[in-house]
């Protein structure tokens, strides 16, 4: 059975780093695409960033470009998200998610993924 478990997440100052892990089992990161996403109460869940399959594509949202960089282990079937510059406005819960995809394409589209994690609190405050 496929499963994601997010972990990583905390208090953090406001100009902080955090890096998130993504441990995947049941599954491979061979054939999957990984997208991070989160989501705040009362907000729709938006996606922050993907990485690829194949290639190591990456995809950001303009919010993160610059400050959040995804990456991907395959041999330890892990993807990361590093934050840097933690802002307020970053305060989520972040989820990781699966889409079996072979492609070097990946989507930041909630509706692409199959698989999804319990997601970890991230709260940027001072």
Same mark, same amino acid.
């Given at each position: 059975?496929?499963?994601?478990? %997010?972990s ?7 100009? &902080?780093?955090? #890096?998130? $892990?993504?441990?995947?089992?049941g599954?491979?990161?061979? @054939? ?10 009362? +907000?729709? #869940? %938006?996606?922050? $960033?993907?990485i $690829?399959?194949?290639? &190591?594509?990456?995809? @950001?949202a303009? *919010?993160? +470009?610059? #400050?959040?960089t995804?990456? #991907?282990?395959?041999? +330890?079937?892990?993807?990361?998200l ?6 307020? %406005?970053?305060?989520?819960? /972040? ?11 990946? *989507?930041?589209t909630?509706?692409?993924?199959? /698989? ?8 940027? $405050?001072?």
């Amino acid at each position: 059975q496929a499963q994601l478990v %997010e972990s990583g997440g905390g208090l953090v100052q406001p100009g &902080g780093s955090l #890096r998130l $892990s993504c441990a995947a089992s049941g599954l491979s990161l061979d @054939y999957h695409a990984i997208g991070w996403f989160r989501q705040v109460p009362g +907000k729709e #869940r %938006e996606g922050v $960033s993907c990485i $690829s399959s194949r290639g &190591g594509t990456t995809n @950001y949202a303009d *919010s993160v +470009k610059g #400050r959040f960089t995804i990456s #991907r282990d395959n041999a +330890k079937n892990t993807v990361y998200l590093q934050m840097n510059s933690l802002k307020p %406005e970053d305060t989520a819960v /972040y989820y990781c998610a699966a889409d079996y995809r072979l492609s070097t394409r990946c *989507s930041t589209t909630m509706g692409a993924y199959d /698989y999804w994690g319990q997601g970890t609190q991230v709260t940027v $405050s001072s």
